[in-house]
């Protein structure tokens, strides 16, 4: 799951969503009402600044943030803003309750997290002086603790050294992020790490001395942390060891006032409840003994035992045997039998929670734990609450929450969900249309020979949901889809997509992913409107006008991002690709600064993808000066291909915080590959063989990332904790470019690789739709390389016909098929919000399904 996902649901149930739009009634007056005379208000996204007229202020500096929580939100603003306009202070804050709600929640940003105001001092003096006459207003009025900052005697004000102005710098991964001035002049990161840190030239201010030795001399802990399982805003979750015996224990991690429910419960309120549960359930097996609930500061801690084994999501990711290329139905019944075990033990140790009076209330398969035995336990018990009380599910894992019913049957009915998710999972779908329930465990049974007397309480859940079921946007399929073609299929996903569309917003055209409000600014090819418009139009179907100058007007905003899949080339490949030929010259233009100082390789957002679509026009208009600036480009893909730097893709940046190993980037749009076919372009347009090699050499630093599976006979990418087959970072993308890299060299190592290359994308079960990380890539993959001249190599290799493969997923993509007011939708990534972009949604799907019917349509510009 996406760290900011949960943010992007609350607005809206059917598609991802700025959160700006949730209870959007509860802005602030100070937002939209009069504006102080001799006063300047400015900002469209979630912060509002206020700044009186002709102050100029310093590009970075000590700036003070001000944490408050919902109920007392409005009482802070007030306070804060009434001191700092009598005072002529500058000052932003967040336009709503709401905003300052969401950006609090467990899984929002941690960078944001509690922020209600944001104050730019223009040098120390003013520093100081605004912090003391804001303590004096507001000081100890509850707000959570801002990580990255130093607090001011007992909050709710923060400090930290930090840019006042946007400016940017590029990373040696090639990364760009915000970034501060250096005394020399250099750009570096402004590091928003979660613990106070000063940059190494700046002096902290003598007043701040105090506070920051009070920080340092707080308590700890009585054990040793080994291993940190979770981060959230409201805490982590560690394993430890404790210092006195030894003895490995799980500690969680409360922070008050931080982290917050839906309902406004903070860490320490859910803390309190999980101590609660396992008070209850002591003795009982499979459920963590509690040791003990310490406070270290602020912070309350419980520690408990660790409960042995894997989550329930990893055990099937290791045994599941449609995850593989192949399975036979031995293999599939033998799973099945130890599966069907292994619910039922789940099942009797809910009963004995529910035994104890408590309801588990978040069951799903992150939270349950299956040892070396198959015994089952219990985890994360925040959400428990008494079963004498018939409380609904507020909130939960998609698919598995319960709003229609309450206490007891809470839990019982996720263990009917999770009967569907141990032989299909995808569950998630079912946030959207629950009625789906059925159709899929029919799917499972077939795979199966699931016997009735477990599947009938799905089929009876199922038959609950689809009588109660009121009328709704998305549904799950009619059985016309049963019969129809792909092509009346394509039609079909055109429709919802320009019944989603938004001409009259700004900040998006038509919905997609999450990273079109982090990333984008709802014009990008890859989660935005260019290509969604290059999709219909490359499928032959009609674009509207309204949506095309949509597009155009974008194409006017200042220019952030040069790359292709995320930025300005992407959009200039797509109005040129409309006819809008002078316009997309001129972005190019007003892109070349920042293609300078661009050291990202990819093609999804670097040079790569970049010196593409420099050849693309080219190609188009030769004599414009493209090829010249592509073989500059060139040069430098070349000369950090010969550095054996990893460059962001043998290593990628860690800018997501994950606990566990994200592995490397291979692959065609994060990994060399992209790099490697635009060398290979350079080649075919000089004929110059110097381009050719490196194109190989860049194939072998994709290889090199790869994992041979022996019993399988795939070539996979590592992703770390898991294997990836897929277009964007996986096997797909480097079986594309190293078919067409063979066609011009017969490297041994390459082709050697393409068999097992192609075999990874075999696979039976894959959990999303999409193109850039699931099915649609590797049908798109598998039917181009079915037509290429070493597919009969590849498929004697693999044991499987090309085109057979090709035609299985076309033919699975059903299993993750929706309705969108009658039209045929895709859920995106996660599966749990619908979405029409290229990168997740029904534009990719409509490119991929469209180059498998139509041979010689290419389903992604440069794919041929």
Not at 289 to 299: G, I, M, R, S, T
Not at 423 to 431: G, N, Q, R, W, Y
Not at 658 to 681: C, E, I, K, M, Q
Not at 822 to 851: C, E, K, Q, V, Y
Request: glycine share 10%.
């Amino acid at each position: 799951m996406k760290p900011a996902i949960e943010l992007y649901s609350l607005a809206d149930r059917v598609f991802f969503e700025d959160p700006m739009r949730w209870h959007a009634e509860q802005t602030f007056e100070l937002a939209t009402g009069d504006v102080p005379a001799g006063w300047r208000r400015s900002g469209a996204g979630p912060w509002v600044m206020l700044r009186p007229d002709g102050l100029v202020l310093p590009k970075q500096g000590w700036k003070i943030h001000v944490s408050a929580v919902p109920s007392n939100a409005l009482e802070v603003l007030k306070a804060v803003a009434g001191y700092l306009v009598e005072h002529g202070v500058a000052f932003k804050f967040l336009r709503g309750r709401a905003l300052l709600h969401a950006y609090s929640m467990k899984y929002a940003p941690r960078a944001a997290s509690g922020k209600l105001v944001t104050i730019y001092p223009v040098d120390e003096a003013e520093l100081e002086r605004v912090l003391v006459g804001l303590d004096e207003l507001v000081g100890g009025a509850d707000g959570p603790y801002v990580l990255s900052d130093l607090r001011f005697h007992d909050g709710p004000l923060y400090v930290r050294y930090g840019g006042f102005d946007k400016r940017y710098c590029v990373t040696e991964d090639g990364e760009r992020e915000l970034a501060i001035e250096r005394p020399d002049g250099t750009l570096v990161p402004d590091e928003r790490r979660p613990v106070f840190t000063v940059p190494e030239w700046v002096q902290l201010p003598a007043f701040l001395q105090p506070h920051h030795d009070k920080v340092k001399s707080g308590g700890q802990l009585d054990y040793d942390v080994t291993e940190a399982l979770h981060f959230s805003n409201g805490g982590g979750v560690y394993v430890a060891k404790r210092r006195t015996d030894g003895h490995e224990v799980v500690i969680k991690e409360a922070r008050p006032h931080a982290g917050l429910s839906g309902d406004e419960q903070d860490a320490v309120t859910r803390l309190a409840q999980e101590e609660w549960a396992l008070r209850q359930l002591a003795g009982v097996q499979g459920i963590p003994a509690l040791h003990e609930v310490v406070q270290v500061w602020e912070h309350r801690f419980l520690v408990m035992d660790r409960v042995p084994g894997q989550a329930l999501q990893h055990w099937m990711a290791n045994q599941f045997p449609l995850v593989g290329v192949s399975s036979t139905p031995e293999q599939r019944r033998a799973y099945a039998e130890r599966a069907i075990k292994l619910h039922d033990r789940i099942t009797e140790l809910v009963a004995r929670v529910h035994e104890r009076g408590v309801v588990f209330a978040d069951l799903h398969p992150a939270n349950i734990m299956v040892d070396d035995n198959d015994e089952p336990g219990l985890v994360d018990f925040e959400s428990a609450f008494p079963a004498s009380e018939q409380r609904r599910q507020l909130a939960g894992h998609a698919g598995f929450v319960s709003r229609e019913v309450s206490g007891v049957d809470v839990d019982r009915q996720a263990l009917t969900v999770l009967r569907l998710w141990m032989f299909m999972p995808l569950t998630s779908v079912l946030a959207l249309a629950p009625a789906k329930l059925g159709e899929l465990m029919s799917e499972a049974e077939q795979l199966f020979e699931l016997p009735p007397e477990f599947t009938k309480p799905v089929h009876e859940l199922s038959d609950r949901r689809a009588v109660n079921q009121v009328p709704a946007p998305v549904s799950a399929p009619s059985a016309r889809w049963g019969e129809a073609g792909w092509s009346a299929a394509v039609e079909s996903l055109a429709a919802a997509i320009a019944a989603s569309a938004t001409p009259d917003r700004e900040d998006r055209l038509f919905p997609g992913d999450i990273e079109g409000f982090i990333s984008t600014d709802g014009a990008s090819f890859a989660h935005g409107a260019a290509g969604v418009l290059w999709a219909l139009s490359s499928a032959g179907l009609p674009t509207e006008r309204k949506h095309r100058e949509w597009l155009l007007h974008k194409a006017s905003v200042p220019v952030e991002r040069p790359g292709f899949f995320d930025g300005v080339h992407g959009v200039a490949h797509v109005l040129d690709h409309l006819g809008y030929r002078a316009e997309a010259a001129g972005l190019v233009v007003r892109a070349a600064d920042l293609v300078a100082e661009t050291t990202d390789l990819t093609l999804f957002s670097g040079l790569a993808g970049i010196g593409l679509n420099l050849l693309h026009l080219h190609d188009k208009r030769p004599g414009a000066g493209h090829l010249a600036r592509a073989l500059e480009l060139g040069l430098r893909v070349g000369d950090a291909l010969e550095s054996g730097q990893p460059c962001g893709i043998d290593r990628p940046p860690g800018r997501l915080g994950r606990v566990r190993d994200s592995g490397t980037n291979g692959g065609l749009l994060r990994g060399w590959s992209g790099p490697a076919l635009f060398l290979l372009r350079l080649y075919e347009a000089t004929q110059d063989r110097v381009w050719l090699d490196q194109a190989v050499r860049a194939v072998h630093r994709d290889l090199d990332l790869c994992v041979a599976d022996e019993q399988d006979g795939t070539l996979q990418v590592d992703g770390g904790f898991r294997r990836l087959p897929y277009l964007e970072i996986g096997s797909a993308g480097i079986a594309l470019v190293g078919d067409m890299v063979s066609r011009h060299t017969a490297d041994e190592r390459v082709l050697a690789a393409l068999g097992p290359l192609s075999r990874a994308c075999e696979s039976m079960f894959v959990m999303d739709a999409q193109l850039f990380n699931g099915r649609a890539g590797l049908l798109a993959i598998l039917s181009g390389l079915s037509r290429s001249g070493h597919a009969s190599l590849i498929s004697e290799r693999i044991g499987q016909d090309l085109e057979s493969s090709a035609e299985d997923h076309l033919a699975k993509l059903r299993w993750h098929l929706l309705e969108y007011h009658g039209h045929a939708s895709f859920p995106g990534d996660g599966s749990s919000r619908l979405s029409m972009d290229f990168s997740t949604g029904n534009a990719g799907i409509i490119a991929a399904i469209n180059s498998t019917i139509r041979p010689g349509v290419p389903f992604m510009p440069f794919a041929q």
